[in-house]
């Protein structure tokens, strides 16, 4: 959470105030660049540790370096090797398994560095570099502005949890001086962020406690109404508090003048699980369809499976979900939660392949929609409990 | 659904919020300050008020503790981890079970809780005049980092914004020293807390002057007073530890590793003293009436452990006693306790029987003062 005491809030509140003020009176956008640049430090420096933002300032600039490159000689070796590099980079700070692969003498050298890099917003920074890369690669980014790209990745109302903005739409709107930022887009800021503070400095402590742990349930409604309660919570609790969080974050974007995209359209009103992927943590889900799934199928239209298309459907959406699932934690549960998501969207398409989609009834809708949110559901218990715990609620329940 | 985040209609929420915390702003500047109501059920002396409360020196808590304590003729006792709760007893809950003595002890206690936490509130309040103050000094404020001024320990007691606040002209070398003591804080960290105080104040004006004057109940409510149940349940006195559960040969609690410890003596410092001859100053002059008890190091387990650092460490408790002589302060000396058995749980927090030790100290003096 961004407000996380009373000297971040006011600074973020004052610079936010500071910002405004500039932008509407200089329209130039290489000061507003520098100015933001001067807030994101400024800020981000009280969630991260200086010595963090600044490896992973050095992490950036190669980075940028390599865009440079891979923008003029667009070689495909040179951003697997970048890719690769980074996504090691990723794995070696995430994951205590990868540490343990190599040895005492990396973490005696330069594992301590490495590991000196917080977590906080890591994978968000990698995922805009990657984007940086990718899109480099193809040629398709509007600016190599040194200062658009530092500040798209250090941008500190979406740096912690996303949404995952691209390199094109924050140039977009920092580069628009002859938008001014009018009161009532600041205003539509100050709307956005109560929302998110209602939802997740209200409601969130509301159900949390009940949400995250189900033993707390058994007293008044026993073992299986208490796992189904606490399933159900958990449902809510996640997605009011992630979507409060992005309320936050949007909202604060757009008194900064930089239209964060939308990370959630009412999720758990989508009637498949397809339908759900497209609706719940839209920037990340698109951020997998397009640097995952996409080049997944591709790689396997390449081989003798392209004849069989299914399977390379399967395949795609097993591989995507299991990198959705590794990301999102380094434990086994989050490994079993992208498989049942990998699955279910597996079993939909066998299904929905090669027919016609019919128009339907209110009651199939209805239907269909619960059907969806429970699927969802149970994939949370995955999401929310580690192994071992979930194996005690399976002996308390059989 | 979907209209409520339209931009439209988020603008209208936003300009309710804004109206809403204009108006806020504005009835805040009408409240009245609420004041602690004159009646015979809050004439007793508070145990202790709450950290946050010291912390932000809010007047209404702080003028009640230090007008308690001294219309019941009580004693205010301020230390660090040490002067924490202990399960069987610590020693001023011994001095608050002695019937020889009439008088009640209150508390302030907390790690790195050491005199510079204290200035802001001896500074700016006129009721700490006549109050009669027990200090406990724990050499191993003289050892490792602790040796040093402490940014961490200051932000948790201390408010920047308050100490500045606070900090109005006493003596040329005692505002000397002041400054030297303040941490050097970063201008984004002053800016923030300046702002946080502020805000804090106004939030007090609803949280407190507006909620306890609509219901003066719920002020009683935050307060603490002795508590006679507790004090009933402890003993009288405190034997010597169970062999079983301490180690007398390293004069620690049995499960206790003494090689856990990393703070070294550190006598090159003049840190703690600055701030002692400070606290001894600043005390003369705004007329309270301070006694400082001189605590014990653990010299057995020094002396088995680690004995080059025996001298250093002696060292510190030295100059710490040569602080107060020179200042002529007034303290109880325990420092003759650093070699007895039973004493210690750790490196630099005493065991029960270690408080009741203490204990004896304090109310020899205090009974004598007393016929004096």
């Excluded at chain 1, 329209?27 to 400024?42: A, F």
């Excluded at chain 1, 959630?264 to 990340?284: A, G, M, Q, V």
């Excluded at chain 2, 007691?157 to 109005?168: L, Q």
Aim: hydrophobic share 45%; net charge positive; charged share 20%.
């Amino acid at each position: 959470m961004l407000f996380t005491d009373y000297v971040l809030f006011f600074e973020i509140l004052l610079f936010t105030l500071l910002f405004a003020g500039c932008r509407s009176l200089f329209r130039k956008e290489g000061l507003n660049h520098i100015l933001l640049l001067g807030g994101n430090v400024l800020i981000l420096t009280h969630i991260v540790s200086p010595k963090s933002l600044f490896l992973l300032f050095i992490v950036a600039l190669l980075a940028y370096g390599a865009g440079l490159l891979l923008r003029k000689r667009h070689s495909g070796i040179l951003l697997s090797i970048t890719l690769t590099l980074l996504i090691l980079f990723f794995a070696v700070r995430n994951y205590p398994l990868v540490q343990s692969w190599l040895g005492s003498w990396w973490t005696d050298t330069l594992g301590k560095h490495f590991l000196s890099v917080e977590k906080i917003g890591l994978s968000y920074i990698l995922f805009r570099i990657i984007h940086w890369l990718v899109e480099s690669y193809r040629g398709t980014l509007r600016t190599r502005n040194f200062l658009a790209y530092v500040n798209y990745l250090f941008f500190f109302p979406t740096f912690m949890a996303g949404p995952i903005d691209t390199l094109n739409n924050f140039h977009y709107w920092m580069s628009h001086t002859h938008v001014r930022l009018n009161v009532r887009r600041m205003l539509a800021g100050v709307g956005r962020i109560f929302y998110g503070a209602v939802k997740t400095l209200l409601v969130v402590p509301l159900i949390k406690p009940y949400a995250v742990d189900y033993q707390m349930l058994i007293p008044t409604f026993g073992p299986w109404g208490a796992v189904c309660s606490a399933a159900l919570l958990y449902s809510f609790y996640i997605y009011i508090d992630f979507s409060g969080y992005c309320d936050i974050a949007i909202g604060m974007g757009g008194m900064l003048g930089v239209r964060v995209p939308e990370n959630f359209n009412r999720p758990y009103l989508s009637d498949n699980i397809s339908e759900f992927w497209k609706r719940w943590h839209i920037t990340f889900s698109t951020f997998l369809r397009i640097y995952v799934f996409k080049p997944v199928i591709a790689l396997l239209n390449r081989t003798f499976l392209r004849e069989y298309r299914m399977v390379v459907s399967v395949t795609a959406y097993m591989v995507t979900f299991l990198v959705c699932g590794l990301w999102h934690g380094s434990t086994l549960n989050f490994v079993f939660w992208g498989l049942w998501h990998g699955l279910g969207l597996s079993v939909y398409k066998l299904f929905t392949h090669n027919r016609m989609p019919k128009t339907p009834t209110l009651v199939r809708k209805i239907s269909a929609t619960l059907f969806t949110f429970l699927f969802v559901t149970v994939g949370w218990v995955f999401f929310n409990y580690p192994v071992d715990k979930l194996l005690i609620m399976l002996k308390l329940l059989f | 659904m979907k209209e409520v985040y339209r931009l439209r209609f988020l603008a209208r929420i936003g300009v309710v919020v804004m109206v809403a915390v204009a108006f806020w702003l504005v009835v805040a500047l009408f409240i009245p300050t609420f004041h602690a109501p004159q009646c015979p059920e809050w004439d007793g002396q508070l145990y202790t008020i709450r950290h946050q409360d010291l912390r932000d020196n809010n007047p209404l808590y702080t003028n009640l503790l230090l007008t308690s304590v001294k219309r019941n003729d009580g004693w205010l006792v301020l230390g660090t981890s040490e002067t924490n709760a202990r399960p069987n007893g610590n020693y001023y809950d011994f001095l608050n079970t002695d019937t020889a003595l009439r008088c009640g002890f209150s508390v302030i206690a907390g790690a790195g809780r050491t005199a510079c936490t204290y200035f802001p509130l001896i500074q700016s309040n006129e009721n700490v005049r006549g109050l009669k103050v027990l200090f406990f000094l724990n050499p191993s404020y003289g050892c490792g980092k602790l040796a040093y001024s402490n940014e961490d320990y200051f932000s948790r007691y201390v408010s920047s914004a308050i100490y500045r606040e606070a900090n109005r002209p006493v003596n040329e070398d005692v505002d000397r020293i002041l400054q030297a003591n303040l941490p050097k804080l970063n201008c984004g960290v002053r800016v923030g807390e300046w702002l946080a105080c502020h805000t804090d104040r106004l939030r007090r004006k609803y949280s407190q002057d507006l909620s306890f004057s609509l219901d003066p109940s719920k002020f009683g409510e935050t307060l603490t007073w002795f508590d006679s149940a507790m004090i009933s349940r402890l003993p009288d006195s405190c034997a010597r530890p169970d062999s079983s559960r301490y180690n007398y040969a390293l004069n620690v609690g049995a499960s206790f590793d003494v090689h856990s410890y990393t703070l070294w003596p550190h006598p090159e410092s003049s840190y703690r003293a600055d701030e002692l001859r400070t606290m001894i100053r600043l005390c003369k002059v705004r007329g309270v009436d301070i006694v400082f008890i001189a605590g014990p190091y653990n010299e057995i387990a020094y002396r088995k452990v680690y004995p080059q650092d025996l001298p250093d460490i002696q060292q510190v408790s030295a100059e710490m006693l040569k602080v107060l002589d020179e200042e002529g302060a007034a303290y109880i000396d325990c420092t003759d306790l650093s070699a007895e058995p039973g004493v210690f749980a750790d490196w630099q927090h005493h065991t029960s029987y270690g408080a009741y030790r203490i204990y004896q100290k304090i109310r020899d003096y205090v009974l004598e003062k007393e016929n004096r």
